[in-house]
Every structure is written in structure tokens, then in C-alpha cells.
């Protein structure tokens, strides 16, 4: 039984098979894969790279689909080949970090805080207050109106983890999200994260090759050779 109380888990994936086409021969990424994450639950998934990590995150946000296997969500089967299932599940369920803070470049800070609510048609003066409330406690009311480019890369990547929490998804899905960052920086938006995972109760999955950002999680996953396989972290070096 998970956080909430339910046996069922918020989300699930399960024989999930990836190949990709090219020219010299079929590349299979992702074999027989099975995959649950419990609400409120943050899970690390390490692993060498081209492993294949970043396709499973973009198969569990919709930006992909599996060849073979399925999804689910609390039970409830997801097609991400239909378009309107994926866009509603990356707009509602599911926010993203990227290793690029993926800002627009001529909106300001506090715009690109509110596009996922935008998107929605869901700007209102609360979400208008959150968004202010985010840059806040970031430490970055003063940037409200900067561009991206006058802005630190960290701060950028700031702005970009608190934009994936605005539409309180169930979901955050961060990809080396601060892999182009050093260490010192990297380490306080880790902080960041995990504080917002914690006060926003949102699940997470996070790639990464930072083995002190791993330790975090919850649970730790290994890609290899196509498959999960659980981490102990102890054994972590």
C-alpha cells in the first residue's frame, strides 16, 4: 500500500518495449520494461549513457510511445498514440525539467512561469499569485520581468523547476535537470526540487548521472541493457 492509502500505483508501466528504425538495423532501447511509482513517491533512475533513460521519461510524459507494453494510470490504460490522451496527460498530470531550462526567450520570467497554465486557458489571479509566490521563495521576486538571457543559467533552470510544479501536476519528470549546472549550484536546486516534491506532494522521476542527487530519491532504478533493476544505496560508490 502506497502513501495515499491505495494499492493501486499512480502510475505503471508494464512489458514496455522500445525500438527505433534505422537504416542499419532495427535498435532496440527499452526491453520488457516494467515500471510503478506511488504518489508522493520520488524515484532515481541512473544508468550509462544512450541506456536508454531519457526515452522511458519521454514514454512515461507522452513526448514518445512504447513499440510494445502498456501504461497506466491509477488502472486506468493510457494511449498515448491518441493525441488528445497525451496532450491532456503532459497538460494536466505531468510537469518537465529538462538539462536546457527549454525558457521561451522573449517572455519574461514570470511568463514563463504561467505557460503551463496558459495553455489551460487557467490564469487567474491565484495562479498569477502562485506564480509570484514561486520566484518569492526562489529568490528571484527582483527577475519578475527579466528576459532569460538577462538572467544566470541557474536562475534560468530556477525558474524552469518551479514551472514544471505550476499546474500541480501528479507527475514531475525532471531529465539531468542539472547536468549543465556545477556542482555547488546544482546541489541547491536538488535542494530546491525535493523541497518542492516534498510541499507540493507530487511524485518524481528523475534521470540523472549525479549519484548525490540519486541518493534523494526514494528508490533508485538501473537501466541496463534495456532493463530496470533495483539499487540498493549503499552499494552506490
Known amino acids: 500500500m502506497n502513501k495515499s492509502g491505495s494499492s493501486v500505483p499512480l502510475l505503471s508501466a508494464s512489458n514496455i518495449r522500445k525500438v527505433f528504425t534505422r537504416k542499419q538495423g532495427p535498435l532496440t532501447v527499452l526491453e520488457n520494461v516494467d515500471f510503478s511509482l506511488d504518489e508522493g513517491e520520488a524515484i532515481a ?21 512504447p513499440t510494445d507494453g502498456q501504461l497506466h494510470h491509477k488502472g486506468d490504460f493510457l494511449n498515448f498514440r ?13 510537469g518537465f525539467v529538462f538539462q ?10 514570470l511568463d514563463n512561469l504561467l505557460l ?11 495562479t498569477h499569485q502562485r506564480a509570484l ?18 538572467m544566470s543559467g541557474g536562475e534560468q533552470q530556477r525558474i524552469a523547476v518551479a514551472r514544471a510544479f505550476m499546474n500541480r501536476p501528479a507527475i514531475v519528470l525532471a531529465d539531468e535537470p542539472f547536468g549543465n549546472l556545477d556542482q555547488e549550484i546544482g546541489g541547491h536546486l536538488g ?21 548525490h542527487l540519486a541518493r534523494r530519491a526514494d528508490r533508485i532504478l538501473e537501466l541496463v541493457e534495456g ?11
Do not use: Q
Not at 503551463?116 to 491565484?126: A, F, M, Q, Y
Not at 535542494?191 to 549519484?211: A, N, P, W
Open 82 to 94: 491518441n493525441k488528445a490522451v497525451a496532450d491532456r496527460w503532459r497538460s494536466k498530470k505531468v
Open 227 to 237: 532493463r530496470l533493476k533495483p539499487v540498493i544505496k549503499d552499494d552506490l560508490v
Open 191 to 211: 535542494e530546491m526540487l525535493f523541497g518542492l516534491r516534498d510541499t507540493e506532494g507530487t511524485s518524481l522521476v528523475i534521470v540523472t548521472h549525479d549519484l
Open 133 to 150: 509566490g514561486f520566484l518569492k521563495n526562489m529568490g528571484l521576486a527582483d527577475r519578475a520581468n527579466h528576459l532569460p538571457g538577462e
Open 116 to 126: 503551463p497554465v496558459r495553455r489551460l486557458g487557467d490564469v487567474t489571479s491565484e
Open 45 to 65: 533512475i541512473i544508468g550509462t549513457s544512450g541506456s536508454g533513460k531519457s526515452t522511458l521519461l519521454n514514454i512515461l510524459g507522452s513526448l514518445d510511445w
Open 100 to 109: 536546457n531550462h527549454m525558457l521561451l526567450p522573449d517572455f519574461t520570467a
